[in-house]
């Protein structure tokens, strides 16, 4: 088996003071500064003919039109395959828009080019910067900064992976893998910022001195917990994020020579089992395409003549009552279906998108979803794949929203109402994300 080699590299995109957030319908201000930089964060891995790139942005998510750009950048300047490259947001809601899909705005080609050339430099740095590595995993719970935000006691994914890259002489990079939404702040912020993930990763990078990746999991139905939605609460879940981290990786510093210890009796005590597993390296990637069903909407007439009844209604209601309560959330309901519709309708081609893998080793993939998925459709697609550990990157190549379980039609709620697919989009993202992981798999 050739030698695994991996470089990284860190790149600012912070866009200009003055730019549009996005995230939030209701903010209408721009941008009044900036709070941290946003980053690029970029891994790179080649063993033998394989090639691997991942790449994850202080976004709320990617344009295709961004990633065909990067892959085609990229395979120039380092020859890698560009169906190698995994391009990912952190779905951070202090971010710039303009730059994804899934929205009724356009392309900002002028920001979008400019991105694009900030991340093909830095991964012809990381591909320049390539040494022979060694990869090892390790996972924790981290159960403190996250809920299911349909019901807190329904299932979440509190499981932080973390992916030590070595090289012979030091780290090369660190990837983070947690499933969170990335709104700890909300929409009366008006700073430019990488959020939690960011301070995550700025904490690991500063105690190892190596780049840091992080990769946003199914959290489509998962929120953070916070003390206020302020500065001082993103610090504080990125903190609680990089502290596990920076713990997972010194336990896994004594994978490969092993650690041994004495007792008092002058005797050598067996070897120590470290926490973590060094990971025999075994690359490879594999993606395809998929189109996920349209959902059927109302008219938007319908739609208009639904959001006067229920506006009148409202009004009519005393201010504070239930009757009130009831009614306002109806007309929410109803105002967020018909963006859906609305989304739909203006989209070329809102379905077409795809699904990738990457093998890094044995018992260890990286699964790249285009959208908003659910914890428990990550649970099932770990269960059912042939990898002892699956690391999900979600709003990985593309921006489809929401996909959600055929339940969650029933019972309601915001991301049943966001999602432009019909019911069975879920089952479909699982069936590819299944089959591709047995492909990668067998290879």
């Not at 356009?106 to 012809?124: N, P, R």
């Not at 004594?254 to 009796?265: D, E, M, V």
């Given at each position: 088996?050739?030698?695994?080699?991996?470089?990284?590299?860190?790149v600012d995109i912070t866009p200009p003071v003055g730019v549009q957030?996005?995230?939030?319908?209701?903010?209408?201000?721009?941008?009044?500064?900036?709070?941290?930089?946003?980053?690029?964060?970029?891994?790179?891995?080649?063993?033998?003919?394989?090639?691997?790139?991942?790449?994850?942005?202080?976004?709320?998510?990617?344009h295709p039109w961004i990633v065909s750009e990067v892959r085609a950048?990229?395979?120039?300047?380092?020859?890698?395959?560009?169906?190698?490259?995994?391009?990912?947001?952190?779905?951070?809601?202090?971010?710039?828009?303009?730059?994804?899909?899934?929205?009724?705005?356009?392309?900002?080609?002028?920001?979008?080019?400019?991105?694009?050339?900030?991340?093909?430099?830095?991964?012809?740095?990381?591909?320049?910067?390539?040494?022979?590595?060694?990869?090892?995993?390790?996972?924790?719970?981290?159960?403190?900064?996250?809920?299911?935000?349909?019901?807190?006691?329904?299932?979440?994914?509190?499981?932080?992976?973390?992916?030590?890259?070595?090289?012979?002489?030091?780290?090369?990079?660190?990837?983070?893998?947690?499933?969170?939404?990335?709104?700890?702040?909300?929409?009366?912020?008006?700073?430019?910022?990488?959020?939690?993930?960011?301070?995550?990763?700025?904490?690991?990078?500063?105690?190892?001195?190596?780049?840091?990746?992080?990769?946003?999991?199914?959290?489509?139905?998962?929120?953070?917990?916070?003390?206020?939605?302020?500065?001082?609460?993103?610090?504080?879940?990125?903190?609680?994020?990089?502290?596990?981290?920076?713990?997972?990786?010194?336990?896994?510093?004594?994978?490969?020579?092993?650690?041994?210890?004495?007792?008092?009796?002058?005797?050598?005590?067996?070897?120590?089992?470290?926490?973590?597993?060094?990971?025999?390296?075994?690359?490879?990637?594999?993606?395809?395409?998929?189109?996920?069903?349209?959902?059927?909407?109302?008219?938007?007439?319908?739609?208009?003549?639904?959001?006067?009844?229920?506006?009148?209604?409202?009004?009519?209601?005393?201010?504070?009552?239930?009757?009130?309560?009831?009614?306002?959330?109806?007309?929410?309901?109803?105002?967020?279906?018909?963006?859906?519709?609305?989304?739909?309708?203006?989209?070329?081609?809102?379905?077409?998108?795809?699904?990738?893998?990457?093998?890094?080793?044995?018992?260890?993939?990286?699964?790249?979803?285009?959208?908003?998925?659910?914890?428990?459709?990550?649970?099932?697609?770990?269960?059912?794949?042939?990898?002892?550990?699956?690391?999900?990157?979600?709003?990985?190549?593309?921006?489809?929203?929401?996909?959600?379980?055929?339940?969650?039609?029933?019972?309601?709620?915001?991301?049943?109402?966001?999602?432009?697919?019909?019911?069975?989009?879920?089952?479909?993202?699982?069936?590819?994300?299944?089959?591709?992981?047995?492909?990668?798999?067998?290879?």
């Amino acid at each position: 088996m050739p030698d695994l080699v991996a470089g990284a590299a860190i790149v600012d995109i912070t866009p200009p003071v003055g730019v549009q957030l996005d995230g939030y319908g209701a903010r209408e201000q721009s941008s009044q500064g900036v709070h941290d930089e946003l980053v690029a964060r970029v891994l790179v891995f080649e063993q033998g003919d394989q090639t691997a790139v991942i790449v994850s942005c202080d976004l709320l998510a990617v344009h295709p039109w961004i990633v065909s750009e990067v892959r085609a950048g990229a395979a120039a300047a380092t020859g890698v395959r560009q169906d190698g490259v995994l391009m990912a947001a952190t779905h951070n809601h202090a971010g710039p828009v303009g730059l994804r899909s899934g929205t009724l705005a356009q392309l900002d080609q002028s920001l979008a080019e400019t991105l694009v050339g900030q991340i093909c430099g830095a991964i012809e740095r990381a591909w320049k910067a390539r040494r022979r590595a060694s990869i090892k995993h390790a996972s924790a719970t981290v159960d403190t900064i996250s809920l299911n935000r349909r019901d807190p006691e329904w299932e979440k994914d509190a499981a932080l992976h973390v992916v030590s890259v070595e090289g012979e002489d030091g780290l090369i990079a660190t990837l983070l893998n947690f499933a969170c939404h990335a709104t700890v702040l909300n929409q009366t912020n008006l700073m430019l910022s990488g959020e939690f993930p960011g301070a995550a990763c700025r904490l690991v990078q500063r105690e190892t001195a190596a780049p840091c990746v992080y990769l946003n999991g199914a959290c489509g139905d998962v929120n953070p917990v916070w003390i206020a939605q302020d500065f001082a609460s993103v610090e504080r879940a990125g903190q609680i994020i990089g502290a596990q981290a920076l713990r997972l990786i010194a336990e896994m510093r004594a994978l490969g020579p092993g650690q041994r210890s004495h007792n008092i009796r002058w005797d050598e005590f067996p070897e120590v089992t470290p926490l973590g597993r060094l990971v025999a390296p075994s690359l490879r990637v594999v993606r395809d395409e998929i189109t996920l069903p349209p959902r059927e909407f109302d008219s938007d007439g319908a739609y208009e003549a639904r959001i006067k009844e229920l506006g009148a209604a409202a009004t009519a209601a005393q201010n504070g009552s239930p009757e009130r309560r009831a009614v306002t959330a109806s007309l929410t309901r109803v105002k967020v279906e018909r963006w859906a519709a609305a989304w739909a309708q203006h989209a070329s081609d809102p379905a077409h998108t795809e699904v990738q893998a990457i093998r890094l080793g044995d018992g260890l993939a990286l699964l790249g979803l285009p959208g908003e998925v659910f914890a428990e459709t990550a649970a099932a697609i770990r269960e059912a794949a042939p990898f002892a550990d699956v690391l999900m990157a979600c709003y990985a190549n593309d921006y489809v929203g929401y996909v959600v379980p055929e339940h969650a039609y029933e019972e309601g709620g915001y991301e049943a109402g966001m999602t432009p697919h019909a019911p069975a989009a879920d089952s479909m993202i699982r069936d590819a994300a299944r089959r591709l992981l047995a492909e990668v798999g067998r290879g």
